[in-house]
């Protein structure tokens, strides 16, 4: 980033002003869209692992519940054998193949979370909720390969990672408390 001028009251502006002419209210640098991604990312994860937890975990009996939260444990750890070693040479051989693989798996994981919505009370679930696990880590390993693209420098890529960081818990909070409601007034379905 280039340096900007101090004020005589020390404030620095965050960036040079614009050109003339030059429209910038709805321009955001690449760091800044991919921020928006992960913050609704972060969001939509905490908003599945509430449904989830409202249909698989306290919907059925106690009985009933240790082979079904010991399936969901088993489906939570498989995406990390699956998508490992499939992703980092298929991200390595296609141009633009990060920012592809960000979009596809967000459109994926919609229309997966749409038909778990269906599916709450079905064994079907069960492999919807494997492959939103498996979307849900791609994107994770999409983006990490990502930020180094979308940041100038080494010490703006630790930057960079801390502020993705940060984002993520503040956005999993915020959605949290809605997600929570909506769950106990409507059910897992709405959530």
């Not at 449904?51 to 939260?69: C, K, Q």
């Not at 390969?145 to 420098?153: K, R």
Request: with cysteine; net charge positive; aromatic share 6%.
């Amino acid at each position: 980033m280039g340096a900007t001028p101090e004020t005589p009251s020390g404030w620095q502006p965050l960036a040079a002003r614009p050109a003339s002419g030059e429209r910038v209210s709805f321009t955001a640098s690449p760091f800044t869209r991919l921020a928006r991604v992960q913050a609704l990312a972060s969001a939509t994860d905490t908003l599945v692992a509430l449904s989830l937890a409202g249909s698989l975990f306290f919907s059925i009996p106690t009985g009933e519940a240790r082979g079904r939260v010991a399936l969901y444990l088993l489906l939570t750890i498989a995406p990390f054998a699956i998508v490992g070693p499939l992703m980092g040479p298929a991200l390595d051989r296609m141009k633009g193949g990060r920012r592809l693989l960000v979009v596809a798996t967000g459109a994926s994981r919609v229309l997966v979370c749409l038909l778990m919505a269906r599916h709450l009370d079905s064994l079907l679930l069960f492999p919807e909720a494997f492959a939103a696990l498996v979307l849900t880590k791609a994107y994770a390993i999409a983006r990490s390969a990502l930020v180094p693209t979308v940041v100038a420098s080494d010490e703006d890529l630790v930057q960079a990672n801390s502020k993705l960081s940060l984002l993520t818990g503040v956005a999993s909070f915020v959605a949290a408390a809605p997600g929570a409601l909506l769950l106990r007034l409507a059910g897992a379905e709405w959530v």
